[in-house]
């Protein structure tokens, strides 16, 4: 059992910088795929990025490819979605997710456990 909790999110300008961080508690992260998704009102939640703990291997969203970087803090059991250059299009709930399953995956079924999420606006 996970407990996922985010912070960091906040307005700020298109171009402009913001980091996100994702606590866990309940069970370490070590061991664990570790994600971040995001959705708009009336839209499907999508994933933006992966982080194994295992090998630190990453996946990032095509859209978002240089431009996010995610990155693990294993003595914090602590995962970050460092976000620069932002546009308007990155608006959204961003959320942490991981799961167990020592496979990739970008669908959100496969993700066992959520954070509640955090708010990203970026203004034009």
């Known amino acids: 059992q996970v407990q996922l909790v985010e912070s960091g999110g906040g307005l700020v300008e298109a171009g402009g910088s913001l980091r996100l961080s994702c606590a866990a508690s309940?069970?370490?992260?070590?061991?664990?795929?570790v994600g971040w998704f995001r959705q708009t009102s009336g839209k499907e939640r999508e994933l933006v990025a992966t982080?194994?703990?295992?090998?630190?291997?990453?996946y990032y969203k095509d859209s978002v490819k240089g431009r996010f970087t995610i990155a693990r803090d294993n003595a914090k059991n602590t995962v970050y979605l460092q976000m620069a250059s932002l546009k308007p299009e990155d608006t959204a709930v961003y959320y942490c997710a991981a799961t167990g399953r020592a496979y990739f995956s970008t669908e959100t079924r496969d993700y066992e456990y959520w954070g509640q999420g955090t708010q990203v606006t970026v203004s034009s």
């Open positions: 982080i194994s703990w295992n090998d630190g291997s990453t």
């Open positions: 309940g069970r370490t992260l070590s061991s664990l795929r």
